[in-house]
């Protein structure tokens, strides 16, 4: 089943444009949403949650459409974020009192299991929570009305290794049963190469590349080379740099010539979006 | 089962579960029969997500090492011992013709590569 369908979502800002959006979450997977800063991501995600009129498109939550269905719709949604800045002086205990009334579902027995099993502190204060902690009672209070759908925007970003390592165990097992799909955004692409089963890759506001993490990877190929050789395959490339060991670019899989006097290495995500930045917008 | 993932190495993650359990198979460390931890229950353990352990078994059914009973889970085949020495050569062809399109490229040829190696393995 489809848990989040964006449909050709399109929406005009002074500076700034979401340019024929699409792209699928099936149910039971985590999608890592990725792209520079600037790029979209946010954006992409307020039109989800409806926080924004997109002025074309369509957004669809297990079949039904967000901007009809949006109060139904939110309680199925769980939204976290690095930082929780709203009641900040407010403890944890009193904040959830208030939360907990918002929703139908709310499962009181739920919550005390996560609170247990992320180790929060209910008498501390909001603004006296770590970054990790901070995502980690999103969490809980996402998990504690039934959430199907999570999407979390940068919720390892400001954490350390360890940190980020703990959450992604997290984020592993609350798919583990099918039931629950992520959506993930970050621009630390390294978290997605060990949790994320489908990348989603947003670029000036429009989609690059949406499939599986192998196969969105396999579309692209870094090619190495003499200086001499740059120009047979420039024009090809989506971005490259020139050193004394010679040039190195990146180029779609199906872009490469089979003659090429080149060597050729699969790129990882950060080099992905390493390349594409570089590349003039007068290409794109 | 042990199975060690390097986040560095070249090889997809997939490549890499799936070379461990075929070796353990094919040197008989792995007896036919075993079940394999179900999918999503390996990507958490292994911490490695859920398609990436998909693409891994998916490999191993191919290559006959394991086989899929529904509602069950997937199984180590049992293999005869021929079975087991063809499958084990074809796995090792499979890394030497990756191995000798690097000689090549040095312009060895076959009597210096068997004469390097024989220095090697003694």
């Known amino acids: ?119 929060l502190i209910e008498d501390k204060r909001i603004a006296e929570l770590s970054t990790g902690m901070k995502v980690k009672y999103s969490l809980a209070i996402a998990l504690s009305h039934g959430a199907k759908l999570l999407i979390l925007d940068e919720p390892t970003s400001g954490l350390d290794p360890a940190a980020r390592d703990d959450l992604l165990d997290i984020f592993r097992e609350l798919v583990q049963d099918g039931e629950i799909s992520i959506l993930f955004s970050t621009h630390i692409t390294s978290d997605l190469e060990k949790c994320a089963d489908y990348i989603t890759y947003i670029h000036e506001g429009r989609i690059v590349g949406s499939a599986e993490k192998d196969e969105f990877i396999d579309t692209y190929r870094l090619v190495n080379g003499k200086v001499e050789e740059l120009e047979g395959i420039k024009e090809r490339l989506i971005s490259h740099r020139v050193n004394s060991f010679g040039f190195t670019g990146l180029i779609r899989a199906d872009e490469l010539p089979p003659s090429a006097a080149v060597n050729v290495a699969i790129p990882n995500l950060e080099e992905i979006m390493v390349y594409y930045s570089k590349k003039e917008a007068a290409h794109v | ?87 084990r050569h074809e796995t090792v062809l499979k890394q030497m013709e990756s191995d000798i399109a690097y000689y090549r490229s040095f312009g060895l040829r076959l009597e210096e590569v068997i004469e390097l190696l024989r220095t090697v393995y003694e």
């Not at chain 1, 409806?50 to 719709?73: C, F, P, R, Y």
């Open chain 1, 1 to 119: 089943m489809i848990m989040l369908d964006v449909k050709n979502v399109s929406k005009k800002f002074e500076h700034f444009q979401l340019d024929n959006v699409s792209f699928q979450v099936p149910q039971g997977y985590i999608m890592g949403f990725i792209g520079i800063n600037g790029a979209g991501k946010t954006t992409t995600i307020k039109s989800i949650l409806n926080l924004i009129t997109v002025d074309s498109g369509e957004i669809q939550i297990m079949g039904k459409n967000v901007a009809i269905h949006e109060a139904e719709l939110k309680q199925s949604i769980g939204y976290a974020f690095g930082n929780v800045d709203f009641y900040t002086r407010s403890r944890i205990r009193t904040l959830t009192k208030v939360v907990k009334t918002f929703y139908d579902n709310w499962d009181d027995e739920a919550y005390r299991r996560y609170v247990r099993k992320f180790k």
């Open chain 2, 1 to 87: 089962m042990n199975i060690l993932i390097s986040n560095t190495s070249e090889k997809p993650i997939y490549q890499q579960i799936f070379e461990q359990i075929s070796a353990q198979i094919l040197k008989g460390e792995l007896q036919g029969g075993y079940s394999l931890p179900p999918i999503r229950q390996a990507a958490v353990e292994l911490q490695v997500s859920i398609i990436t352990v998909k693409k891994a078994w998916e490999e191993l059914e191919r290559s006959g090492l394991i086989y899929t009973v529904t509602g069950k889970g997937c199984f180590i085949t049992e293999l005869s011992a021929e079975e087991m020495i063809q499958k």
